[in-house]
């Protein structure tokens, strides 16, 4: 793909992001661009207890591929992002009903086993490939209005982790990862 194209295009797409955020009132959303790489420190439900989550959009291969959406430690320093692991499930908004529109899997059976299920991530086009891929129906400011609300209906980090601290502790073992016991207990 032609770099200088592709630039302009992102570009494009995050001055719109930074209008829909001032004009929709999205006082719970900061976004970061780094290239191809959107950081967006989202705030929770607003009406429950304070969480915060720091999304990763990987657009690199838009608009001729869906994007890549990670969440990665919400307190890592700033020099780390980029090279961050984000599919860490510790750090993803937990839905009670993965694999609903809009949801987020914490684990699930296949190559990707932490992701944002919706027609804008490569994930979903490897799950349900008979969908085509429409990039002109996801703009940047698009996506984040998704992800925002999915945010926002997902369960708040002290109700969901506890419940799945047995299944954070056996996914790493499985991938040979120690974990101390309380892992996945009062993680912000």
């Known amino acids: 793909m032609d770099q200088e194209y592709q630039n302009a295009l992102l570009e494009g797409h995050y001055s719109e992001l930074l209008s829909r955020i001032s004009s929709s009132g999205w006082k719970d959303v900061t976004p970061i661009r780094d290239g191809t790489l959107i950081y967006l420190e989202l705030g929770g439900n ?37 090279l961050a692991l984000d599919r860490d499930p510790r750090y993803w908004p937990f839905s009670f009903f993965p694999g609903l529109q809009g949801s987020f899997n914490i684990v699930f059976n ?25 990039p002109s129906r ?7 209005a998704n992800l925002r ?16 601290q047995p299944n954070l502790l056996q996914a790493a073992a499985v991938r040979g990862i120690t974990l101390p016991g309380e892992a996945g207990i009062g993680d912000a």
Do not use: M
């Open 46 to 82: 607003p009406n429950r207890p304070p969480a915060s989550y720091l999304a990763r959009i990987d657009a690199k291969r838009y608009p001729v591929h869906p994007y890549w959406v990670g969440f990665l430690k919400p307190d890592l320093p700033r020099e780390e992002w980029a």
């Open 110 to 134: 296949g190559p990707y086993r932490t992701f944002w299920c919706r027609p804008c991530t490569v994930e979903y086009f490897y799950y349900h490939g008979q969908d085509p891929w429409r």
């Open 138 to 144: 996801w703009p940047l400011q698009e996506v984040v």
């Open 149 to 164: 609300e999915a945010v926002h209906r997902s369960e708040h980090p002290t109700q969901w982790r506890p419940l799945q």
